[in-house]
């Protein structure tokens, strides 16, 4: 599925005075990919270019240059792709720009039949077409930037859609599988066999008769661990009294809940277990949290001054 949604881009042709911001676009992409723009976009008769672009290529013997015509066709409103009749006299508009090649930018895809008339023409060209601007524009920092500037809804949405843990202790705090080490909070999907376990775990023969005490915590990965760890409570003479799926704490609204129901089970702990309850609560936490705010970042610092935890 595309990320981008060209359509973010208004259409070229509309009266809105925004009518050549694909075309501004298309400049700063290919400066992005490295390819020196001769000229800029300007409104006007055009003479059939957009821009011209030089893309110098440094080889053994020297330096060579490509002089590109650069076509921007934005038909993402209409999703119908770049055609042989949107694309006229390619050769000539070449030629008589001064240039050596043809460099398309398209906000859809082109016909193979204006790749077949393009590959017949005898001279260089390069496509971008929608899937090959977006592939350039994720591979690196700079191109995200330039994505989330002309794309800013497709940009949010991607966030929404692939969450990543907000850095509130300063530095990710890991929870780490204690039989092998795996991170147990990164990339864990929906409960699966690949997810892990948080146990609550009490003495096997308690020492009195009263309600059993949380006496430790441990976590581990689902399936692969599960019998390490059955073992290894059995030599501190301890078993699990109850357990949570460590996913159902990565779930915002379940993340909610969880602690809500579990306030009961909180008051069993004992406090070596209630620490580590904390530390895998705040783990988790990064992951269904925000970003703190600049004044709310100053808080937290001046509270740690004071020696208060937050
Ligand atoms: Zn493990």
Request: glycine letters at 8%.
């Amino acid at each position: 599925m595309p990320i981008l949604n060209y359509t973010e881009i208004p259409e070229a042709h509309k009266g809105s005075g925004l009518q050549d911001t694909f075309e501004q676009f298309a400049g700063e992409f290919l400066e992005l990919l490295g390819i020196h723009l001769v000229e800029r976009p300007s409104r006007g008769a055009d003479s059939g270019k957009d821009l011209i672009a030089e893309d110098v290529r440094k080889g053994r013997l020297g330096k060579s240059s490509i002089r590109y015509l650069v076509s921007c066709k934005h038909k993402a409103f209409s999703g119908s792709a770049v055609s042989p009749t949107d694309e006229q006299d390619i050769a000539d508009r070449v030629k008589r720009n001064g240039c050596n090649g043809f460099l398309g930018i398209y906000s859809t895809i082109p016909t193979s039949n204006l790749q077949d008339k393009l590959a017949n023409l005898g001279f260089e060209y390069e496509l971008f077409d929608n899937r090959r601007i977006e592939r350039e524009l994720f591979r690196t920092r700079e191109g995200l930037a330039l994505a989330k500037r002309y794309f800013p809804l497709s940009i949010k949405q991607m966030a929404v859609e692939n969450p990543s843990p907000v850095l509130i202790f300063g530095e990710l705090q890991l929870v780490k599988c204690e039989i092998c080490g795996r991170d147990l909070l990164g990339k864990v999907k929906p409960p699966s066999f690949l997810g892990g376990v948080l146990g609550y775990c009490i003495e096997t023969t308690p020492m009195h008769e009263q309600e059993p005490t949380i006496v430790d915590l441990c976590w581990y990965c689902k399936v692969k661990c599960m019998k390490k760890m059955e073992q290894r409570l059995k030599e501190k003479n301890l078993e699990e009294d109850g357990w949570d799926d460590v996913y159902d704490y990565l779930h915002p609204t379940r993340f909610v809940t969880l602690l809500l129901q579990n306030f009961d089970l909180i008051a069993q702990m004992n406090s070596q277990a209630r620490a580590k309850f904390e530390t895998f609560v705040a783990s988790a936490f990064q992951y269904v949290s925000r970003e703190l705010t600049a004044e709310e970042k100053e808080i937290r610092e001046r509270m740690q001054e004071m020696g208060m935890s937050i």
